[in-house]
Every structure is written in C-alpha cells, then in structure tokens.
C-alpha cells in the first residue's frame, strides 16, 4: 500500500508545533494512533522534507495496516518552539493535539495512544481519556510520578539527570551540572546553581521525599495522572523489562487496573532493560529475550489489530506475558502469589561497614555482571549456601535485615545477584532509611528493616548460590544520604556511619513456585 506523509505547524499557548502525518495514499478515514516525544533535539539542523521522510520510512507499517499515525514534537523540542519544562505543558498540549486531530479529514473516529518512556508519560498526563480513545500501548514507564523521582525516600539520581538535560534545551541557559551535582550539599536551591534560575517544580519536589507527601497531589507532583490508566476501560497493552528502572511500578500499574480494563488489557515483561535490550558488553543475551524477537516487530499494530478489526490478540488478556529468566522461555498466568516461601539465613556472624557519603560505593544496575567483591569498608558481600535442589523464584522476594548505627539516620543498601558460570550476575536491588521505615530512631539501638524488592522470575538450580552486597547507598542511582537527621534537601553538610548488620538475626525470604 502506497502512503502518503506531510507535517503542518500550529499554534497553541505561546508555541508552534511541528506535527507529522503519515496515512494511507487513498482517500478516506482512518484510525489515528497518537504519538508525542522531546527526544529529537538532533532534528533541528535538518529540513522539515527530510523529517517527513525519515518519519515514513520508520513507520511505513502503520500506513499499510489501514492507520494514519501522528507524530509531534514536543513545545520547546526539535522543531517546535517555545520552552520544554518536563511534564508542565504535557496536559493541555496532548489535549490540543487529539483536538486539532478531530478536526482532520482523515479522523475517523477512534484514537490510540501510544508511547514509551516520556513519552508514555505524556499521555497519562491527559487522563481520563475521551470516549474516542479505544486502546494503547504503553511502555516502561510508571504513571506514578513519586516513583520516578524516589524509591522509599531515596532520590533517583539519574531521573534527576535527565530532567536537568531536557529542561529547557533550547534556551541559552548556561548549565553547569553533572551527575556529581546531586552530592553537592545542601541539594535545596540545586537547580538556581546549576542552572540558573529557579525549577520550581524541581525544588519543590526536593521536599517531598514521602509519598504521602501533599506536593505529590499538585499538578507538578503528577495528579492528572495518578492512576490514569487504572479505571480507562480500554484495552491496555503494558510492557516492561526486569532491568528496567521502572519496573516495580509498572507491576503497580497492572495490579491497579479495574477488572474491567484488566480483562480486556495485557502485560509483557521480558528479561531486558528500558531499551528491552541487554547490556552488550556487561550483560547476557537470552534466548528469544525481546518483545520483538518473541512476538515480532509489529507486535504493537497486532495490538491495534485486535481493536479495530476484531482479530484475536496475539497474547492473552487479563494475565501477565513474562520471560522466566534462565529457564529461557515465555510463560503466561496471573502472576499471583506463590504458594510457599523459603527463609535463608545471610550468616551466623555480625558484620560491620563504614558509610562515608563522600566516598560512597557504586554498582553496576541490574541486568550487569556485579563487580568482584571489594576489600571496601563499605559494603558486605555473602553468599547463601549452594541450593540442594532447583527452585524457581517468582514475584517479591523480601529481606529481613537487623541492624545497628551510630547515627540518628543513615540508609541501607542491598544488590542481589546469581552466581553463573560467566559471574555474579544483578538481578535486583532495594534501599530503605532508618527514619524512612522506623520513623525514630536511638543511636545504637537493635532495628530490623523490611525490604521488598521488585518482581522478577528466575530459576536457581542445583548447586548455584545467590550473593548478597550489603551497603548504604549506590551512588550510581541515588543521592547519597547524609547520615543526619531532618529535611534531606536543607541538611549542609554529612558525617560518617558506623554501622552493623547481625546476619544472624537477618534472613532473604524468596516466594518459590512449585516445579
């Protein structure tokens, strides 16, 4: 089928909008598939012509499946003007643009969203959808906004980051942050210093490490689209990776469907990261690993398909599609709890680490083959003792971790990794705070503290040993804590921790399938 594409500009609230369209070459009404993106901050240098190309040749299935799709930069990125803040026009943006879209020739009456990522975020941002929006694809990313800043009052050093990067990229701002910005104390005021001028929404995130917090109710904390899928009553197809960063809140996302949505909607989890890749030089490839390998590169029209055109769904609704990890094949159930769980001890000694928030350690994430255990005074590497027998793990492994400090607060850290045959290989990670969990805590006193950490479906065989890294902080993903009490983003300076971990007293409590 032949395809015709164009772009039209218009404006709206201060800004012009580049928009694309590629649609069947015939005369006709179509169903329109809904896209926005800010990564395209390497199309400015290039003719409006050569964008319209390159966008029909990337997406030429769309056209000759019978879809019109339409693709616009976001205000203030590539081709569009104005300034890009994240997430603060996305609403009224993502409103205008399915209103311009109405009012095409080519409109016929039913809209699908799609995105991944940001760009999955600005659709959440528009909730609730409009009665025209009949389904979506929706990947790797949480519509939870307080999980993507913290993780049990931790920051995400990297989500930070990239705010950083993309807040208003086109503008003459002279930034001078780096990743070490975010040890810079107090964090309070960071964006004035690094970028210069004032992020409210940024600032005002920084004191709001609790999810119960009121900012997370505001428009900058991400209301409209608290829970924008839950209650859509359309076909919902979710994917994600067990190495994503995001993963744990798109498991929340799925949970949190009505009964109605999650009937008709699906979830895939493969064994990859947020590209749904391996880490090339650092990772393993598994078998038939990728969404696309698995369920073929248009697995997103086939979505669609099952939409508009009454086909049967190429995976399961209702239930979770998942990748079971080193068993190297694809399963589809309900995910629900195991029927049993195993305890295993971490030891029979205590063990004792200093945290120096200056000096902090660094992990590879998840889906890397973990360093060797270092002689650093500030992390504790175990291994469990070789399983007797093969087990598989399936859903929220949990740890209960006794501790001491010297400190009115610090945090703790913990990697779990497998041991293979090519390394101790990442599987999954969880962070907690004294005050974060305990809400008080006495200098030296005997705490345990409960971990949860994120889904994942393994296989441990016979022989093989699960390792254990205990720590504070992995300043590749957080902002270091200070080991000082209070406001985390006011507190001016940091001290050392001394602190212990009664292995003894402390146990990994995996949720085991029946094999």
Known sequence: MEAQVYYEYYSFNGADFFTLVLKPDKVGKFPVVVTRSPYVGNTTEKTEEELAQQFKNSNIGWAENGYAIVFQHCRGQGKST???????????????????????????????LYGGSYTASLHYSTAPFEEDIKGAVFNVQDSERYRLWYRNGNMRRGHANWHFNLYKAKSDLKKV?????????????????????????????????????????????????????????????????????????????????????????????????????YYKENGICFSDGSCIEHFGADYRI?????????????????????????????????????????????????????????????????????????????????????FKTDAFVKGRMKMKLTVVSDCEDTSFYVMIGICTKDGDYSLRHDITSLIYQKGNYTPGSKVSLDLVFD??????????????DIASTDKNTYVCHSNIKGDYCSIENCKTANNKVFLAESCLILPIEDI
């Open 82 to 112: 104005g300034d890009f803040v994240p997430y603060i026009h996305e609403r009224e943006d993502g409103i205008r643009l399915r209103e311009w879209i109405r009012k095409q020739s080519f409109y016929n009456g039913t809209l699908l």
């Open 177 to 277: 942050h780096t990743p070490d910005s975010f040890s810079e104390l107090p964090i309070k005021n960071l964006s004035e210093r690094v970028l210069g001028e004032r992020a409210e929404d940024f600032e005002q995130m920084l004191s709001a490490p609790d999810f119960d917090h009121p900012f997370w109710k505001t428009r900058f904390g991400g209301a409209e689209a608290r829970g924008a899928v839950s209650e859509a009553n359309i076909p919902v197809l979710l994917t994600t990776g067990y190495n994503d960063y995001y993963v744990g809140g798109m498991f929340r996302m799925w949970d949190e469907l009505n009964a109605q949505t999650k009937s008709k909607s699906a979830f895939l989890v493969s064994p990859y990261n947020h590209g749904d890749t």
């Open 302 to 386: 086939k979505w669609f398909d099952s939409i508009i055109k009454n086909e049967k769904p190429f995976v399961k609704t209702g239930k979770i599609t998942y990748y079971r990890t080193f068993e190297n094949r694809w399963e589809t159930d309900f995910y629900s709890d195991m029927p049993k769980e195993m305890s295993i001890p971490l030891g029979e000694t205590e063990k004792t680490f200093v945290y120096n928030p200056k000096t902090p350690a660094a992990f590879n994430p998840e889906g890397c083959f973990m360093n060797e255990p270092a002689p650093r005074d500030d992390v504790v590497s175990i291994y469990t003792k070789p």
């Open 455 to 468: 889904e994942y479906a393994f296989k441990i065989k016979e022989g093989q040993k699960l390792r254990i």
